[in-house]
């Protein structure tokens, strides 16, 4: 069997799980490269994963024949020049998201994507995850008829140390979290969001807003045909990792995630009377084998990826647009957003 040649670029703690998700368990897929700006650590992850090469550069792995595709994990900021890159040098791509943290530099990769006649998926992995997948199914089948609202949270468990603020590497709270939920409104309600308005605080972390960010957000949205939905956001639930979806249809309704049967859960930073997801590693443990799983068997089979950049790029604008709601404390329209920022 042919296998898709991966470098992989970023191992931090989502690319080596990329990483190690392609060496040991994607058939269709060999891990022939590693590459991180910390040459000492694709080196320590690439001997630890039994991979003869491993670089320091992006520019030196795309010189490497047998990286045929590369997966991008570095922090997003990177992601965009990272994908012009890769592109350039003919090579199929999946990218974490965001795709961007603007406009311009997204429709900069894109449009390096489409010259170069390459692949580019994002990393949107919900959308393989089986519950998400089981829900979308039940849609198609018009089993809860006209979905009207799309209600999602997600709760990511630690607080991040100031540094990772400071660094200045990654988006704000709706590029890098919510964005997932704006991608999941999308997909599942199969329609575009047409407008956002949202509210975020700081105040449990006010040192936060220095930074640009905040702690929680809650965003509503309106879509194009109609329907309604609300997002919620939080960087520090401290007592778990916690993503949950409700699609409320005219037929029926959808509840993606658990539902305890006891009515009352307590919750602390100790944990909970309940079994609870700690960490997106685990509860998405399936999603991101199989999304690196179709990258690898739609580029074989030259086929469109499911996920596209097409698709980074809307929910990059809808996290856009929640963000210029936070700022201006009004609605935003997407129609309104500004060509570059
Ligand atoms: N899909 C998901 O559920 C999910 C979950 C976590 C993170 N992510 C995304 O994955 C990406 C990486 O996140 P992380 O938590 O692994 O970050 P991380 O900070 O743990 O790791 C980033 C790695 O990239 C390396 N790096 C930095 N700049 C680089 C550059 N220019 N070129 C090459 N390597 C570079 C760093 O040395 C580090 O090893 C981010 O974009 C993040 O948004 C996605």
Redesign the pocket.
């Known amino acids: 069997m042919r296998k898709l040649g991966v470098g992989v670029?970023?191992?931090?703690?989502?690319?080596r799980r990329h990483a190690e998700n392609l060496r040991h368990l994607v058939p269709e897929a060999r891990l022939v490269a590693i590459?991180?700006?910390?040459g000492a650590?694709a080196k320590q992850v690439a001997d630890e994963l039994e991979i003869e090469y491993s670089f320091s550069s992006?520019g030196d792995m795309l010189q490497f024949k047998e990286v045929e595709s590369v997966l991008i994990?570095?922090?997003?900021k990177?992601?965009a020049s990272?994908i012009c890159a890769a592109a350039a040098a003919g090579k199929d791509i999946l990218c974490?998201?965001?795709l961007a943290l603007n406009l311009a530099e997204a429709r900069d990769a894109l449009e390096a994507v489409q010259r170069a006649g390459v692949r580019l998926q994002v990393?949107f992995?919900r959308r393989y995850d089986p519950a998400y997948a089981a829900a979308r199914k039940k849609i198609d089948a018009g089993e809860i008829g006209q979905p009207l609202i799309f209600k999602s949270l997600g709760r990511d468990k630690d607080e991040a140390p100031i540094a990772s603020y400071q660094s200045n590497?990654?988006g704000m709270l709706f590029y890098?979290n919510t964005i997932?939920d704006f991608d999941m409104a999308r997909w599942i309600m199969k329609d575009e969001v047409a407008s956002v308005h949202s509210y975020s605080t700081v105040v449990s972390r006010p040192e936060v807003a220095n930074f640009g960010d905040v702690v929680a957000g809650v965003v509503n949205l309106k879509f194009a045909h109609g329907a309604i939905g609300n997002i919620e956001s939080m960087a520090q639930a401290l007592y778990g990792y916690d993503v949950r979806t409700e699609i409320i249809g005219s037929k029926g309704s959808l509840f993606v995630g658990s539902l305890q049967q006891t009515p009352m859960t307590f919750l602390t930073s100790h944990g909970s009377n309940k079994v609870l997801a700690d960490h997106?590693l685990t509860r998405?443990a399936d999603a991101y084998v199989a999304e690196v799983r179709d990258f690898a068997q739609t580029t074989l089979a030259d086929k469109a990826p499911r996920v596209t950049g097409e698709d980074g790029l809307k929910a990059l604008e809808i996290a856009m647009a929640a963000e210029n709601s936070h700022l201006q404390g009004k609605p935003c329209n997407i129609s309104e957003l500004a060509v570059a920022r």
Not at 9 to 15: A, I, K, P, S
Not at 35 to 38: I, K, R
Not at 73 to 76: L, M, R, S
Request: proline share 6%.
């Open positions: 670029l970023g191992v931090g703690e989502m690319g590459a991180d700006v910390a650590r992006l994990a570095t922090p997003d990177f992601h990272s974490e998201k965001p990393g992995m590497v990654n890098t997932h997106f998405f």
